[in-house]
C-alpha cells in the first residue's frame, strides 16, 4: 500500500504519528509519503524507522515553493506522482488543503476529520473535533487511521533508531552526582503563548539551581529558543551546573541527553514529545493546550497548569493565543514540588542514565 500523511505541523506532532508510521511501514510492500513542515524535519521522522528502512520518502511543505500557489501545485504534482492508495489527513492540519489534495491525488482511500466544508472530499472519517472527546489522545487518532488502512499500530511510542553519541556534548556536565535536570522552555516562534514569562521562566532556573545542587541544569531547544535560553544565561551565574546546548544537538543526540536525564521540565513543545520516547519523567507546564489531548503520550508526564475555565483555548482563531496567556502564570512551588518527586529518591553518588538504558 502506497499511502500519504499529512503531517505538517510540528516536532510534537510528527513524534506523535510514530503508531501510524510504523503501522504503516510493517509489511514489505508499504511505502509512504509524509508531509511535514520543512524538510530538516526528516530527521524526526527518521527516529520511527530502523537505518535500513527506506520506505519513507518525507516532503516539506516550506520547500516546495515561496508563494501559496506554486507550493500548493508542487504539493500536488508530488502527490499525484508518488501515485498513493489512500490519503491521511489528521485533525488540526488545514483540512481544505488536505481534503482537495487527497481527493485530486487519485487515492481510492481518503481519511480525514468528520468536521469541516469539505469533508465530503474524503471516505473515511476520523474524529470531528478532538478537543471535544475528552480522554482521547491524537496519538489515538492516528492508530485509529491505521486500523481504517487494516494495519495494527504498537501501543507504545518508541525510536527505533539509536541514540547519539555523547560523548563531546555530554562531558561538562557528567560529573554531578545528582544527575540532569533538563529545561526545555520554548515553544517556537509562532506559539510564544505556550512560554513562562521571562521573570518567571528565569525565577523556576534559580529555583532548580538551588533546590538542586547536586544536579546540573542543562538547556535545550533549537535556534527559535536561542535568545530565551542566551537571556536565562546571562541572567544567572549557575555556578558551574547551569548549560546552554540550544541548537548544539542533532534530534538522536538530544533523545540521548532526555534518556539519561533524571527529569525534564518543559512547556508544550517538541522535546518533550521527544522525551516521551525515553525513559525521562516530564514535568509538563500547560495553559494554552490540554495534555490529555496533545500532550507527551504515556505515563511519564506531571502536568502543572491553573486550569483556568478558559484553557485550553483550541479554537482556530486562537492559535497566537488570546494576547493575554494568564494561564501560563504557574506557581514554580509546584513546578519544583514535582521536579522533586523524580530527583529526591536516588541516593547521591550513583550514577546517571546511560545511552544503552
Known amino acids: 500500500m502506497r499511502t500519504v500523511i499529512f503531517a505538517n505541523q510540528g516536532i510534537g506532532d510528527l513524534v506523535m504519528a510514530f503508531p501510524l508510521l510504523q503501522a504503516l511501514s510493517a509489511h514489505e510492500s508499504d511505502r509512504l509519503l509524509v508531509i511535514t513542515q520543512a524538510n530538516y524535519h526528516r530527521a524526526v521522522v527518521e527516529l520511527a524507522f530502523l537505518p535500513s528502512d527506506e520506505r519513507a520518502e518525507v516532503v516539506g511543505l516550506r520547500d516546495l515553493g515561496r508563494g501559496s500557489l506554486s507550493r500548493a501545485w508542487s504539493l500536488l504534482r508530488t502527490v499525484r506522482r508518488f501515485g498513493p492508495d489512500a490519503v491521511i489527513v489528521p485533525y488540526g492540519v488545514d483540512h481544505v488543503r488536505g481534503a482537495v489534495v487527497s481527493w485530486l491525488s487519485g487515492a481510492r482511500i481518503r481519511v480525514g476529520p468528520a468536521a469541516g466544508p469539505l469533508r465530503r472530499l474524503f471516505t473515511h472519517y476520523l474524529s470531528g473535533d478532538m478537543s471535544a472527546s475528552p480522554g482521547f489522545h491524537k496519538v489515538e487518532e492516528g492508530k485509529r487511521a491505521a486500523r481504517i488502512l487494516g ?5 507504545a511510542l518508541q525510536a527505533r533508531r ?14 554531578f552526582p545528582g544527575g540532569v535536570i533538563a529545561v526545555a522552555l520554548g515553544s517556537g516562534p509562532r506559539e510564544t503563548h505556550k512560554r513562562l514569562t521571562a521573570p518567571l521562566a528565569t525565577q523556576l532556573v534559580v529555583g532548580l539551581l538551588n533546590q538542586f545542587p547536586e544536579c546540573s541544569v542543562v538547556l535545550l531547544g533549537n535556534d527559535a529558543e536561542r535568545r530565551l535560553n542566551g ?3 546571562q541572567a ?22 532526555l ?6 521540565v518543559a512547556t508544550c513543545n517538541g522535546i518533550s514529545h521527544l522525551a516521551a520516547l525515553t525513559p525521562c519523567p516530564i514535568v509538563g507546564l500547560f495553559g494554552p493546550t490540554d495534555p490529555g489531548l496533545t500532550g507527551p503520550f504515556g505515563s511519564n508526564l506531571t502536568a502543572i497548569r491553573r486550569g483556568l475555565a478558559c484553557s485550553p483555548c483550541y479554537t482556530r482563531s486562537f492559535w497566537k493565543g488570546c494576547g493575554n496567556p494568564v494561564c501560563m502564570d504557574l506557581s514554580t512551588l509546584d513546578i519544583l514540588k514535582a521536579v522533586r518527586s523524580y530527583v529526591a529518591p536516588r541516593a547521591l553518588g550513583t550514577t546517571p542514565m546511560s545511552e544503552s538504558e
Not at 494495519?151 to 501501543?155: A, H, T
Request: proline residues 8%; glycine residues 14%.
Open 259 to 264: 534518556a539519561r536525564s533524571r527529569v525534564l
Open 162 to 175: 539509536t541514540l547519539g553519541s555523547l560523548d563531546s556534548i555530554a562531558a561538562p556536565f557528567d560529573g
Open 151 to 155: 494495519r495494527e499500530p504498537p501501543r
Open 231 to 233: 537571556d536565562l544565561m
Open 236 to 257: 544567572m551565574d549557575g555556578g558551574g551546573r547551569l548549560f546552554d546546548l540550544t541548537g548544539q544537538t542533532s534530534f538522536p543526540e538530544l533523545l540521548g541527553i
